[in-house]
Structures are given as C-alpha cells and as structure tokens.
C-alpha cells in the first residue's frame, strides 16, 4: 500500500531535549516536505527537500533541522525544543513538486507538545 | 509575503450544498487547490484548477475561480454527514511553492 508513515504520532517531552520525528514513503517520490498544523495558520512548510542530499528551508525553518540521505526518509530534527514548537506536524512526499497531478501524500501526523 | 485566507467555520444541514471560499494575494499562482482533512488524519487533495479555467466540475464537487478577484470556492452539492471536514485552500506559484488557507471546518448536521 502506497504511503507516508510517521513516527512517533503523539509526542510530550521538555524544553531543550532532543527529538526527532521520522518520516518515511515507499512510493520512490523525489520530493519530500514537512509541515507545521497550528491552528488559525492552516498549514506552513517547514523544510522541503527535492531529493536525496538536496534540502531547502520552507517558511518556518527556524528551530528545525531535517536530512536526507536515503530517498525514502525525511527525519525532522529538533535540537533544541521548545514550548512554541508546540504543534501537529506533517510530513508529505510527491513524485515532483512540479505539476499540479504530482499529488501530495499526506502522513497522518505527529502531534508534539513540548513543555 | 502571500497569503492565502478562508473563514474557520461552515455548519449545513445534510443535503443542503455547501459553499466553502477563499481568496488569495498572489497574482503569479499557477494551480489551485481544494483539500480535505478528516480528524486524525493527514491531507487528502480533493480537486484542482489551473489558473486560467474559470471552472471545474467533478461528481458532487464545483470549483469556481476568479482570477481577477483572485477568489476561489469550492462547492459540495447534497453535503452529507461524511462531507464533515477540515477544507484547506492552497496555491502554487510559479516556482511551485505551495501556500495553504487556515482551514475550514464543515460540519454537516443531520
């Protein structure tokens, strides 16, 4: 089955301790992205990467990091969290992001609360 | 920067259309499109439009744009309970960034 898997899906942990949430598509897409959900923003990109050791800051990178290294992940990285990372986070994979039929898969989702 | 705008709510009763809008500032986007997310759940593309269509018709669901107002709706005929949703709004531009709305929650009473 065609999807985009995300681990862990609920998350609480504390100001300053590392995390990392993974992302992983078995589909062969190039391009790979992840979102932040808050609400009254909709959706806001946050890292993207158009294929394996190519990433690029989205609109909100600050506070994140990502990598690429194998086609099929995406992890996010925070090194350092804090209380306003607060959010739902979702990663997505399309073959290219270049026309309008390379559909967005959506992964269902991690919800982080950082305390 | 851009931005990409919709209001929160809609309530409908279960077959009644429903008319979701939304308007946009970027004047160079491409395509446009409607997404539905359910609860727990990632985003689905329902539809999409080029941005020099005026309309697009797919089963139950309208897109309509105005690409001079720069606005666009997305209407569900005979709404039913599992029509129930968030619907994102969200564009592209030239250099394919996507920009999402804020979201409009439907909810379909019985």
């Known amino acids: 089955e065609a999807q985009v898997t995300q681990n862990p899906r609920y998350l609480i942990t504390v100001t300053g301790k590392k995390l990392t949430v993974t992302c992983s598509q078995n589909m062969n897409h190039e391009y790979m992205s992840w979102y932040r959900q808050d609400p009254g923003l909709g959706l806001r990109q946050i890292y993207y990467s158009m294929n394996v050791e190519v990433t690029d800051k989205g609109d909100v990178p600050e506070g994140y990091k990502v990598s690429r290294k194998e086609k099929r992940n995406f992890p996010l990285i925070l090194e350092s969290p804090s209380p306003n990372q607060t959010s739902l986070y979702f990663c997505?994979?399309?073959?290219?992001?270049?026309?309008?039929?390379?559909?967005?898969?959506f992964g269902p989702g991690t919800r982080l609360t950082v305390l | 920067g851009e931005d990409v705008e919709q209001s929160l709510f809609l309530s409908v009763r279960e077959g009644d259309s429903s008319v979701i809008n939304c308007t946009y500032t970027d004047s160079s986007s491409t395509y446009l499109y409607w997404y539905k997310q359910e609860p727990g759940a990632g985003l689905q593309l329902l539809t999409y439009i080029f941005s020099n269509m005026d309309m697009k018709q797919d089963q139950r669901l309208t897109v309509l744009l105005n690409k001079k107002d720069k606005h666009l709706s997305l209407r569900i005929a005979d709404t039913q309970t599992g029509d129930s949703a968030i619907y994102f709004c969200?564009?592209?531009?030239?250099?394919?960034?996507?920009?999402f709305g804020a979201g409009t929650r439907l909810t379909v009473k019985p």
């Open positions: 969200a564009e592209k531009d030239f250099s394919n960034d996507m920009r």
């Open positions: 997505a994979s399309s073959l290219s992001p270049m026309g309008p039929t390379d559909t967005q898969y």
